[in-house]
């Protein structure tokens, strides 16, 4: 069975620091890409970050050079390390393990979490107040 497990959120202020961590365990495959993404209600989901096997990295614009994503060796451990917050950075940060894509552009992985061997996690929630 496929778990991913996020923790780490809270609530801090602006310019301040949070890491994320994510637990994967179960993927069927060694492939995937793991990811972050996060979602505020009524708008739409947002790719972040994202690593694949090889640990090659991207980010979205909104926040590269801000924030950091990692894994462990053995990848059952996926971070993001966030600096310099900021109030727009608030919502529910989710990672997921996408295999199947359909859209190829940069964090576009988000639009295909609903594909097969593509999985998500509930979620974590960081508010950062001004």
């Known amino acids: 069975q496929v778990q991913l497990v996020e923790s780490g959120g809270g609530s801090v202020q602006a310019g301040e620091s949070l890491r994320l961590s994510c637990r994967v365990s179960?993927?069927?495959?060694?492939?995937?890409?793991l990811g972050w993404f996060r979602q505020v209600p009524g708008k739409e989901r947002e790719g972040v970050a994202d690593?694949?096997?090889?640990?090659?990295?991207e980010y979205a614009d909104s926040v590269k050079g801000r924030f950091t994503i990692s894994q462990d060796n053995a990848r059952n451990t996926l971070y993001l390390q966030m600096t310099n917050l900021t109030p727009e950075d608030t919502a529910i940060y989710h990672c997921a393990a996408v295999v199947s894509h359909r859209h190829f552009g940069n964090m576009e992985w988000v639009l295909d979490l609903q594909l097969p061997d593509n999985y998500w996690g509930q979620g974590t929630q960081v508010t950062v107040s001004s």
């Open positions: 179960g993927l069927p495959y060694t492939g995937h890409t």
């Open positions: 690593i694949d096997s090889t640990g090659a990295t």
